[in-house]
């Protein structure tokens, strides 16, 4: 096994391979940035280049392209606030007010750092796993993926900021957003008014890219600032004091990653999850929560890090089972095939493709390094962009929403979504509702139901009594009584 | 055009075409993928029926059962099955029906004995291979219990290896390709049984469902099943387009499936080209289909759903 | 468990809540802010932040009627321009020059690169005679 270690490091440095990771890599940093343009349809195509290559040089490609992704996805969602990949939502909530704090250097610095240390974590935990993958993640059946689920939705009562009523209330409509389309129980079509456009569900992007970015653009513009409010006279903080929060959270930052690449490792669940664990983490760990929402440096660590460290554990079922753990994996799963690489026991056999496995770690590593390594050396010069006027860049953010939006699915009705979301997300702002909940809701919807769904009918009532079911229960619970149990120390303490 | 996102078989095989067909159209055009996905491939094939413009520069791929919708007399379905202009088929597929091992269960007979259903896991009810396990239902006077809601093949694929279900349907061409494993002692899964009128070239000892039923009414449900298959990478453009023009797109669509680079393309991706179809036979098959007694549709219909 | 049910055993009491709450926000007005100026300074504030809202409102709304009437490209060069121009305030010169930044940028990316399928506008559909300027993208 030690020897497939170092050579997969040797054969991602040897010469065609690094320069197609290099490659790679700036393919993915223009996608990571662009909104709804998502990584995979970036990786699908580029399918037809990696033909001629050998194993080891497409997989420096496509996972250099891939790790990037996450990365720079964070710098949109943070400037803009409108998400460059889908897992990069949670780190507009903190993220951007930073911005308008005219923190935005050291936003972006926190963001790419924390992505950086999520990344290697994330690369570890792939590498640490290995031999003991298949037994690990043959015991996770439906009913664990239901509970974690669960889990996920009861971290929104921490994504409230505010009122934990009006959370729940916008978690509650995220749910039945995510109802709409074929009910897997039936195959009725629910809630689609007779629309094609609505039979696979409400799309996702152009909801998130409407949600968050058209309510930006109407405050940019009533406002009448550049994206950074303070005036002349408040100060540009800059990127380093982004990095040394990120070592002085270290704490936070290691537990968020590893919370990403456990997530990560549930096929399914993924990037719209993990992130919003480690927001949820965040807000939790921390003595004063009034300040999230309104621009903490650790509600952008937290997501930061485990949006990036869930790519290492998404590798974990694709390359040993040949399960996707989300989209992006499914197409990566193909890469593979192409490449006559079988996932399955042999990737993690040392006499067979072991090493392979090991090259997608130190991809994972080294591309990420030179990356935040980069981008933080642009940063202050792409920090200058929130100076500029606001009514120059309305223009442009605006194009960029609907363009991405449509570059989802190539539908005109993802253009009439990001509207409808648009409007929905400016009256959410404009009456103080969170919208964090809302797309925890969408995005765990139909998981949760599916889940519940197979669990019923594959166990009847007695998936309850699994092992794993019954921690998560137990941690369900700690998680929503937790804030409470902290109001009453505090106030305790008070008296005392 | 493409009826889903890029990465899947569907895109595999229209890119692999778009690569290769030009150079047997004069003037070696190149072909440009587009995907417009939604609707499991329904909007793609409703865009290319009445959208798109039938001068033979515009053609597409859908999902091979489109034509259930059709016979379900859905409303939404605006495009006939017969009515395309057929350009051919990649390839044919056979579905096998899999059980673990674990249940000692090898052929039909040995899950009659079975004191409890067993749990078939599947996406959706009326995809392929929920329809094969209806027939056999219907047909067989078998009963399973259906697990429904997993994302992806991939998904109940593993749910398969966990033992959360014990028997699925599935291509056979994926499973020797993606998970052979399965197959290498000790194995994983039985194959109990195949889809069609008859056993495949490829699977010549694993009995058809065809050879099982006795009825004639059976056997052309069973056909009626198995038609998607048999079109399994199927190649549309809108209905209108010009007798020589189709012509030319048919010949170079052939030729480009016996094409040196294509196949040596197509077999490192995994991409079986199994008896292809040229467009006239698709055009045929797409008939006879659209063409079926009433009675024969009744009892397509109830295979779409579960049992009452 | 049928289709319709577990959608409204999860969502249906958070949706009650969630209509009870918004009622009561209306009724109390909308937040904001305390802290200090005048009743008249605040009146004029609201007014203007009124007007822009819906002034902005109206140009989003705008782009997305040109994208539907005239298809993307064509929308994206009207649309960038005529807001630098006019709403912005910025010299021709800019604004020429940005619009062609921002058209170049759609038709480099979306068009030449990512093949993306974009249709026709419907304005051009429903009048035929209309000159669509297709080379636009």
Redesign the interface.
Known sequence: MFEAFISGLTQVLSFPAFAFMMLGMGVGFVVGILPGLGGATAIALMLPFIYPMSPVEAVAFLLGMHSVCATTGDITSILFAIPGEPSCVATILDGHPMVKKGEAGRALGAALFSSLLGAWVGAFTLAAAMPIVRPLVMAFGSPEFFMIVFVGITFMSSLGGGSMVKAFAAAALGLLISMVGCSPHTGTLRYALGQLYLWEGVPLIPLVVGLFGIPEVVEMAVKGTSLAEVGPMGKVVGVMEGIKDTIRHWGLVVRCSILGALIGIIPGLGGGVAQFVAYGHAVQSSPDKERFGKGAVEGVLGPGAANNSKEGGALIPTVAFGVPAGATMAILLGAFLIMGLVPGPDMVDPEKHADITFSMVWTLVIANFICVGIALLFLNQIVKITRIKGTILIPFITLLIFLGAYANDNNFGDIISVMIFGLLGWAMVKWDWPRAPLILGVILGSLAENNLYISTARYGATWLGRPIVIILIVISILVIFYPFWQERRQKQKKVA | MVGYSPGGGYDAYARLLARHMGKYIPGNPTFVVQNRPGASSLIAGNHIYSVAKPDGLTFGTVVRELYTRQLAKEPEVKCDWAKFSWIGSATSEVYVVMARAAKGVRNVEDIKKLPQPLFWGETVMGVGPTLLARAMEDTLGLEFKFVLGYGSSADYAMAMERGEIDIMGGSWGTLIAQRPHWLKEPRLVNIIMQGGIKRSPHLTDVPALGELVTSEKDKRLVLLIDAGNQTARPFIGPPGIPQDQLNLLRRAFDSALKDPALLSDAKKSKLAIDDPLTGEDCAKLAKEIVNVSPDDVTAYQKLLTQKK | ????L??WV??G???I??VI??VR??KSG??GDQSGPSPEAEAATMRL?LQ??V???A???C??LG??LLR?SVA?VL??FL??KF????SWWLSLL?TGF?WAF?YG??VRI????F?EGQLFLWFPWLPSLPWLG
């Open positions: 468990m049928s289709a319709g577990f959608p999860i969502a009491p958070g949706l809540l969630a709450l918004l926000d209306l909308t937040k932040e822009r809202t002034n902005i409102l140009w989003i709304f782009f997305f994208i539907w993307f994206i649309f960038t807001y630098l709403q912005s305030k910025d940005l921002a759609f990316l979306f990512l093949h993306l399928p249709s």
